[in-house]
């Protein structure tokens, strides 16, 4: 069997292009018979396809590897809260900016906003599973919902909710009957047929969910309320901003992407650059314009002018000219003297 790969694509929204999950790697070792793959999926996410039975379930499934890889899975988000879960072997493994290497019965939690990555660059040996739950939410501050067949109580669902969204551990040593949860996981992606163990999947999960919530309470893990304030939403937006500069952004665009409302957005813009939105932009997009000045020599003004966002090269010049007192041509000359 092939996947075929053109079903693993970014998403948008509100503007920000995020990688979902970058995939491809993963797909192409399987390809090529370096690895044994299986996974349950909806969206762009690549696998068997998931039924209406599991709504709010983007993926499970794992992968295999009893042999040295070439590949591995760079920075990327997903479209919900994904565990991480190392059976055995070792997997070099990093979340916002935390390298570690993982061994066999460690599990990540990895959130909506936090970018992370499998392999240095290359992933280790192992069996790797994964489960990623869509809550609704993108950004920190945002209240999540959980899908309808998550059965928890209320109260146990409410102490994991903020446990899990006021703190920010991402690794946990766990137990055998974590162990033994992925692994009856394994055997229920291997012999579902078209959603013939959508109850049996979702029993799993629920069970996972009451696992994980005992080990974090034995954590004795400290609370963080700023966590979750509206500030880091559009700190996130501002540090994803560096890489989608050419959007045709509005500041009314931008407070949409970042979650909040348009006067707090740029309260906090204000507060955490000291620039107004629009100021920031413009800044960040000569800063982008400067670098390829002075590494793409084979580029024209007015296309470097739209690969950074600006609407004309007359435009770009004028404000190019007024922060750095000569035109782009001439800093592309100067530099290159």
Known sequence: MKINIQKIKPYKADGIVYQADTCLPLIDAFNRKKIHFKALSRHSYPGDRLDS????????????????????????????????????????????????????????????????KVGNPN????????VILDLGVRRPHQDWVWPDWITLTEADLAELTLIL????????????????????????????????????????????????????KTENIVLN???????????????????????????????????????????????????????????????MAKKILQERSDLTITEIAYMCGFTTSQYFSTVFRKQEKCSPNQYRNNFLD
């Open 53 to 116: 039975n599991t709504l709010g379930l983007n993926s499970l499934g794992y992968w295999d590897a009893n042999e040295p890889q070439d590949w591995g899975l760079d920075w990327h988000r997903n479209e919900g809260i994904e565990f991480h879960f190392l059976e055995s072997g070792s997997m070099p493994y990093a979340q916002e900016n935390k390298e570690v290497l993982l061994t066999s019965n460690y599990l990540t939690i990895t959130r909506p906003w936090e970018v992370h």
């Open 225 to 287: 309320d700023s966590l979750t304030d509206s500030s880091r939403s559009v700190q996130y937006f501002l540090k994803e901003l560096d890489k989608n500069v050419s959007e045709n952004w509005t500041i009314e665009k931008m407070a949409q992407s970042a979650g909040v409302g348009l006067t707090r957005f740029t309260h906090h813009c204000k507060q955490l650059t000291n620039l107004t939105p629009m100021r920031y932009l413009s800044v960040k997009r000569l800063q």
């Open 123 to 130: 992933i280790g040996l192992g069996k790797f599973y994964w």
């Open 165 to 216: 969204r006021h703190n920010e551990k991402s690794i946990l040593k766990t137990d055998e009957r974590v162990r033994n949860c992925f692994k009856r996981i394994n055997s229920a992606i291997n012999t579902d047929n078209n959603g013939s163990n959508a109850s049996r999947i979702r029993l799993l999960i629920n069970y996972l969910l009451i696992l994980i919530l005992e080990l974090l």
